[in-house]
């Protein structure tokens, strides 16, 4: 659950990616791969984070209010993505380590101080959320990816997660979908980071022109996916987009609107 991050490169490209214009539809460009994101295009939680951590508390008898643990999460969540981003690799962490530090600080900002409690909750908890029982697919997602694989186009994932992504993609019966998966964890750098596009171009065996990302973040994905030369489109369930400069062709209702997007040539 990446936070938001500005990328000073990404901010001084945008005005000249935004003059771009519109490019023609898919299937009028050789296009040979498609790469897509995950978290909230593919998959979702279940429930808020707050809850399942208050159901965590619960078991072990603490009842903690779930609006107080969305802010300690919040605060813990930024506050070690800022001190050790994409997972602290690059200062010698694991994500694993990364992640058992932000869920008991998060316990801690509420008021839980019994360090056995907190470890026990946050094994827990990290465990937990390779279940499906915490992940639901989004509409169309499963029907989309099928037709795109059907239609004879390779198929990966870029996406800023640790390495459990492999085994929740599993879980949710998404892997075998999928050629590759790319995590942040593995590459080393994050998205807005276009070495990670050139990465799961190289893994696609694809050049930037046969290439689209679909994905529902601005920065993240589809701006950044266009600093490689890639087609990117912008998942929106509002059927379009008013904070940003996208073209409407770029702009994706739904996941399965890429089918038409493909079919229109």
């Known amino acids: 659950m990446p936070p938001r991050c500005r990328c000073p490169v990404l901010a001084r490209s945008r005005v000249r990616c935004r003059s771009l214009s519109p490019r ?3 299937a009028m460009l050789g296009l040979r791969l498609l790469t897509w994101d995950v978290k909230d295009t593919l998959l979702r939680l279940r429930r808020p984070v707050a809850l399942s951590y208050a159901a965590e508390a619960r078991c072990h008898g603490v009842e903690l209010r779930p609006d107080a643990l969305s802010c300690s999460f919040r605060a813990a969540y930024t506050a070690h993505s800022r001190q050790y981003p994409n997972y602290g690799l690059g200062q010698g962490l694991s994500s694993r380590q990364w992640w058992l530090h932000v869920v008991k600080e998060t316990f801690r900002l509420v008021g839980v101080r019994e360090e056995t409690l907190l470890a026990q909750m946050a094994e827990n908890l990290y465990r937990d959320y390779c279940s499906p029982n915490n992940w639901e697919l989004l509409p169309g997602a499963a029907h989309t990816l099928s ?3 059907q239609l004879g186009l390779r198929m990966g994932v870029v996406s ?3 390495n459990r992504l492999h085994e929740i993609l599993q879980r ?5 979908l999928f050629h590759f998966v790319l995590t942040s964890e593995a590459a080393g750098v994050a998205k807005p980071d276009p070495e990670m596009f050139r990465m799961a171009l190289r ?3 694809a050049l930037p022109e046969q290439a689209a990302h679909i994905g529902d973040d601005y920065s993240r994905d589809y701006m950044a996916a266009r600093q490689v030369g890639m087609h990117s489109f912008l998942l929106h ?3 379009h987009s008013t904070e940003r400069d996208v073209p409407p062709g770029h702009v994706l209702p739904t996941l399965s609107h890429i089918l038409t997007v493909i079919d229109k040539g």
């Open 24 to 26: 023609p539809p898919l």
């Open 147 to 149: 037709r795109c694989r």
């Open 160 to 162: 800023n997660f640790d």
């Open 172 to 176: 949710c019966h998404l892997r075998h």
């Open 203 to 205: 893994l696609g065996a």
């Open 237 to 239: 369930s509002n059927g």
